[in-house]
């Protein structure tokens, strides 16, 4: 059986809202907004693109010590209803197809999948995914028809920290803050483009974090059509989505804050 715990520790963001009414409004530095716009504009006007993320989850265990999971995801996307990833990690071992009809979601190693009824776009599956089954897909924000909108839907304040390096890529580093997670992303400053983000939990005990390094993007990728087409390994059991968790690792979505 494919567990929700194991949907989500997918591989790989809608983050933080306006103020509640009667507080004060915190502002948003001008820069970080338009580098934000940015690089929400890249990724948007791609209509069929890739990419790879590492990512690491806190996980806090019931004596209060953080443990780390990693998992790699590649990802390939066609605007506006195809989406294919294949995660390999710690604890996770899974292919995601989407192809504008139905969701499947392959177990390898037990040779299992589901096959759940999908909506027509992307960003109106991602919220399906979400509300009905609480499984929220990695890095998500990053492949909605307008990231910027995701990403900024919640925030209060965010300021640009400056320069700094991703590895070897020089990036600017903004961060961000919303009632219940802070988040930063560093954006390469050659090709606007995410290099790495960071999410912090401050509403669950220890604040686990949740750290996607990017890498491969291709805004131009043809994908083949197969590549978003689902056929059942020889074999393959078809069997239901399992109870959600109770505790999930760390959410690899920023907008999850209030």
């Known amino acids: 059986m494919i567990s929700n ?26 820069n970080a907004d338009a580098l934000l716009k940015k690089m929400s504009a890249a990724l948007a006007g791609a ?62 190693k037990a040779n299992t ?26 890095l998500a924000d990053l492949i909605f028809a307008d990231p910027y909108k995701a990403l900024m839907e ?4 965010g300021i640009d920290v400056g320069s700094g390096y991703v590895f070897d890529a020089r990036c600017r580093h903004l961060a961000f803050r919303c009632e219940a997670v802070d988040w930063q992303i560093w954006i390469d400053e050659s090709d606007s483009l995410p290099r790495k983000l960071v999410i912090t939990y401050k509403d669950q005990p220890a604040h686990p974090q949740f750290i996607a390094f990017f890498s491969k993007w291709n805004l131009s990728a043809k ?24 505790q999930p690792a760390a959410d690899s979505r920023a907008g999850t804050g209030k």
């Open 113 to 138: 999948y589901v096959a759940i009824e999908a909506k027509a776009s992307i960003d109106e599956t991602m919220d399906l995914l979400a509300s009905e089954y609480s499984m929220v897909i990695p």
């Open 223 to 246: 994908t083949p059509d197969s590549q978003f087409t689902f056929t059942p390994p020889a074999g393959a059991t078809k069997t239901d989505l399992g109870a959600p968790a109770t």
């Open 154 to 157: 919640r925030a209060r304040s």
């Open 47 to 108: 209509k069929d693109f890739s990419f790879e993320a590492h990512s690491i989850a806190d996980q806090v265990m019931p004596n209060g010590q953080k443990v780390q999971y990693a998992r790699t995801q590649t990802v390939a996307v066609r605007r506006p209803d195809k989406i294919h990833a294949s995660v390999k990690g710690d604890t996770d071992d899974l292919e995601f197809v989407y192809d504008g009809k139905q969701v499947a979601l392959l177990d390898p």
């Open 5 to 30: 715990r194991f949907c989500l520790c997918l591989v790989a963001i809608a983050v933080c809202t306006s103020i509640a009414q009667g507080q004060a409004q915190q502002p948003i530095d001008p």
